[in-house]
């Protein structure tokens, strides 16, 4: 099982960004795919996740980021608008196997990581 992240980098405030998390070893229509996030000092942070087409988020990216798949290309996106300073952290995708229906934000619901990708947002 291997999840790889790519698409950080280093912005300024108020633009946009599409992280990447192609995914392989396992069905991915089995499993829900989060994006999380950690920025130095502190915990980890659950900010979407998508589950056969269903959607949830964190109150803290509500309304700026959307999450989206893409079955064919076995990966799942991140679409990051309105970026913040406090948005600067390092950004990882999980996934985990849950029924259909499932949506959750926190870490140890998730058997699988990728290594992540930075995303630093300057003022």
């Known amino acids: 099982v291997q999840l790889v992240e790519s698409g950080g980098g280093l912005v300024q405030v108020g633009s946009s960004l599409k992280l990447s998390c192609t995914v392989s070893?396992?069905?991915?229509?089995?499993?829900?795919v989060a994006w999380f996030r950690q920025a130095p000092g502190k915990e980890r942070e659950g900010l979407s996740c998508?589950?056969?087409?269903?959607?949830h988020y964190a109150d803290s990216v509500k309304g700026r980021f959307t999450t989206s798949n893409e079955n064919t290309k076995n990966t799942v996106y991140l679409q990051m608008n309105s970026l913040k300073p406090e948005d600067t952290a390092v950004y990882y995708c999980?996934?985990?196997?849950?029924?259909?229906?499932?949506?959750?934000?926190?870490?140890?619901?998730?058997?699988?990581w990728g290594q992540g990708t930075q995303v630093t947002v300057s003022s």
């Open positions: 999980a996934a985990g196997w849950h029924s259909p229906t499932w949506v959750g934000l926190e870490a140890y619901e998730y058997d699988y």
């Open positions: 070893g396992f069905v991915f229509d089995d499993y829900a």
């Open positions: 998508i589950n056969n087409n269903r959607t």
